[in-house]
């Protein structure tokens, strides 16, 4: 007969709208400093997470974002930042084939800094253009009360890890490095 007391987790609800969530990919290549370092927005995701209040044990972590809702944050003209996007969206992460971006974590493991507020290590799967990487290590700071959650940091991954080839214009002399650095302010609401 099992003792063990069964944990009770409360959920928090990712919202994307009250959340910031962006990628910077970089310039390379001869005429790289022609060139720019373009900022990525993320609008649509969904997402949750869950653990036992005060110990984080059973925590878990979903997030799921739909590839076609990344666009353009640079002030660049209107005609430039389409192309971007197409580009983007059709030949990079060819989004009509693969419409979604999954992150599963594997273990949380937090270290309480002060009363309400945590480091976090985040280790899980990323699954992105048809390809999962695992074991993506994301370091976050998190600050919690009893209706908010509050994740801030920031990750690197390279493309070609998810077989996603890299950008390049002018016959390679302006292209994109295969980094691209990810940060997040992510809320969430407590179910």
């Given at each position: 007969?099992?003792?063990?007391?069964?944990?009770?987790l409360?959920?928090?609800?990712?919202?994307?709208?009250?959340?910031?969530?962006?990628?910077?990919?970089?310039?390379?290549g001869?005429?790289?400093?022609?060139?720019?370092?373009?900022?990525?927005?993320?609008?649509?995701?969904?997402?949750?997470?869950?653990?036992?209040?005060?110990?984080?044990?059973?925590?878990?972590?979903?997030?799921?974002?739909?590839?076609?809702?990344?666009?353009?944050?640079?002030?660049?003209?209107?005609?430039?930042?389409?192309?971007?996007?197409?580009?983007?969206?059709?030949?990079?992460?060819?989004?009509?084939?693969?419409?979604?971006?999954?992150f599963?974590?594997?273990?949380?493991?937090?270290?309480?800094?002060?009363?309400?507020?945590?480091?976090?290590?985040?280790?899980?799967?990323?699954?992105?253009?048809?390809?999962?990487?695992?074991?993506?290590?994301?370091?976050?700071?998190?600050?919690?009360?009893?209706?908010?959650?509050?994740?801030?940091g920031?990750?690197?991954?390279?493309?070609?890890?998810?077989?996603?080839?890299?950008?390049?214009?002018?016959?390679?002399?302006?292209?994109?490095?295969?980094?691209?650095?990810?940060?997040?302010?992510?809320?969430?609401?407590?179910?």
């Open positions: 007969m099992n003792d063990q007391p069964t944990l009770t409360a959920r928090y609800q990712l919202d994307a709208g009250r959340s910031k969530f962006t990628v910077q990919a970089f310039a390379a001869l005429f790289a400093g022609f060139g720019h370092n373009p900022v990525i927005g993320i609008r649509d995701f969904t997402g949750d997470v869950e653990f036992a209040p005060e110990t984080f044990a059973g925590a878990q972590m979903r997030l799921a974002i739909n590839a076609e809702s990344l666009v353009v944050l640079d002030d660049v003209k209107e005609k430039d930042q389409e192309e971007m996007e197409r580009t983007m969206h059709e030949q990079v992460l060819e989004t009509a084939r693969y419409p979604e971006i999954v599963q974590s594997t273990s949380i493991a937090t270290t309480r800094i002060i009363p309400g507020r945590w480091k976090a290590k985040i280790i899980g799967d990323l699954t992105m253009h048809g390809t999962t990487c695992r074991g993506l290590w994301i370091m976050a700071q998190l600050t919690l009360n009893e209706n908010e959650l509050r994740a801030v920031d990750f690197t991954l390279r493309q070609t890890d998810y077989e996603i080839k890299l950008v390049s214009v002018a016959a390679g002399a302006l292209k994109l490095k295969d980094e691209l650095k990810f940060e997040f302010d992510l809320v969430g609401a407590r179910e």
